[in-house]
């Protein structure tokens, strides 16, 4: 069996109770960075060999992990924050499984973009997950194609890239179109800016960003 286990993205008080039990339960978890989920599962006294699971590796561990899983292990994937697969690794080894006969099982848990689209105040009944736009090749075409969607659209930005992104959005959407930025969701210094995308890229351009970023646009009426 595997298990994909979400975890807190920010407070380490949002996992569930199920979650800690399985991680409690299995015979190993793989981890994006063992040194963050070593902190995570020493903060609820959790023992468990850790090995590493990440976009630079996960080729080369595939089919051993299929052969261990095929061997009865109970194994749990976890990611730095969030749940696995989504902007994380996690699918390579979720094909793989399926197509040996692997039991997956995915657990309901924290995904940063959820509480950022839900408190934005743009419409979430209907919107389109883009993840991390491309940084060179074929960034201007996706961003051309966005402008014209209707849905309201999420993307996920680091804190180095945020004001150069907002720019460029501009360019393609308009100084108009509304927007919302959160970054430090669930933590101490959670912040919500919402606005016009000119309001949102001058606040940011006049103060230093950290944490990870989450925008939402309001799609094209």
């Known amino acids: 069996m595997l298990y994909l286990v979400p975890t807190p993205i920010g407070n380490l008080k949002d996992i569930t109770l199920r979650a800690l039990e399985l991680l409690k339960e299995v015979d ?4 994006e960075d063992t040194r963050n ?13 850790l090995t590493p699971y990440h976009q630079h590796n996960e080729h080369k ?16 994937l976890v990611t730095d924050a969030g749940t ?3 902007s994380d690794p996690a699918f390579l080894l979720v094909r793989e499984c399926v197509k040996t006969g692997v039991r997956v099982e995915c657990l309901p848990g924290a995904t940063a973009f959820v509480p950022a689209l839900v408190n ?8 389109v997950f ?9 960034r201007q075409s996706l961003l051309k194609k966005l402008a014209e969607e209707e849905r309201t659209i999420i993307l996920y930005e680091s804190p180095l890239r945020l004001v150069k992104t907002l720019q460029e959005l ?14 430090e969701l669930t933590k101490m210094f959670e912040e919500n800016k919402r606005g016009t995308l000119q309001e949102v890229a001058q606040y940011f351009n006049e103060k230093a960003v950290k944490g990870e970023i989450v925008i939402i646009l309001q799609g094209k009426e």
Do not use: D, W
């Open 84 to 86: 696995p697969g989504i």
């Open 170 to 183: 501009i360019l393609y959407f308009g100084a108009e179109r509304p927007c919302s930025v959160s970054r």
């Open 28 to 31: 190993l978890i793989l981890a």
């Open 37 to 49: 989920t070593s902190h995570l599962l020493n903060h609820y006294g959790i023992v468990k060999p």
């Open 130 to 138: 883009e993840g991390f736009l491309p940084v060179k090749k074929g």
């Open 61 to 76: 561990v595939l089919q051993h992990l299929v052969n261990q899983l095929l061997e009865g292990k109970k194994i749990a």
């Open 120 to 127: 934005s105040g743009i419409p979430a009944n209907r919107f």
